[in-house]
């Protein structure tokens, strides 16, 4: 038997796979996000089929037929557009104010202990106040305009970041500090080459619940006098018996609220390649 062909097939055989192997990869891609659907869509199935044949009216959570004309209506007329628009800018606004406040007092509170001991009892309590007591302090100091609804979001933004980051610097290795003062690394450096690249897993996941608290948050602000966005368009669909818009409404949070998540996921993960822990594939 000739040697030549067998290598030729084992070469052939090593090209395929190799070829194979960012298809797989592809189709894997693709098939993840495929399996997050299979539960709400399963639901929305069965809901439907206990409405078509008799199960249940559909009076009070309607059929998805229905919640995806409503969709559709307030697509086609532009207003589902307007008020998601809306709300996604008083949400961008109130996470950026949360963001920037949380990160500064976070890093301060955690890199130093008098800072800590000095504010940090201080920010906790205010963190126990419910979200819902803000509301008529900040109608009283801002009015009913953006300025309220924008500082209401910050607040539910600052607190998991400020959390987050002063945590996550608390929780850094001691000996990695130490071997930075080993090195006589400056104040500077040592945040940039020790603290920053331990803290940063944290902080994403930091940005992110702070991202959630802030959609949940702009409800609230919204309720406060509002005439547009999707919390508006819950409350008129509440006070016009709108059962169908009411759940469209929610099903836009979730779509709109999912897809920034994902974003912020999906701009960290280049910066946390590093990581050597264990990934689910």
Known sequence: ??????????????????????????????????????????????????????????????????????????????ELQRHASTTLARVAAGFGFGVAAGTVLGAITGYSS????????????????PSIAWVPLFILWLGIFEESKVALIAVGVFFPVYLGVMGAIH?????????????????AAMVRRILLPAVLPSYVIALRSGLGLGWMFVVAAEFMGASEGLGFLLVDGQQLGKPAQIVAAIVAFAIIGKTTDWIIAAIAAPFLRWEDVVRRD
């Not at 008098?114 to 106040?129: C, E, G, N, W």
């Open 171 to 187: 929780s850094v290795d001691r000996k990695l500090v130490e071997v930075g003062r080993v090195f006589r690394l400056s104040d």
């Open 114 to 129: 008098l800072a800590s001991r000095l504010l940090d009892p201080t920010l906790q309590a205010l963190r126990a106040i």
């Open 1 to 78: 038997m000739s040697v030549v062909p067998m290598t030729a097939t084992a070469e052939q055989s090593a090209q395929s796979a190799t070829t194979r192997e960012p298809r797989l990869r592809r189709l894997n891609g693709l098939a993840r996000p495929a399996l997050g659907l299979i539960l709400p869509v399963g639901v929305a199935v069965l809901w439907e089929l206990a409405v078509r044949f008799g199960l249940s009216d559909g009076r009070l959570v309607p059929p998805p037929s229905v919640i995806f004309e409503t969709f559709a209506e307030l697509a086609r007329t532009g």
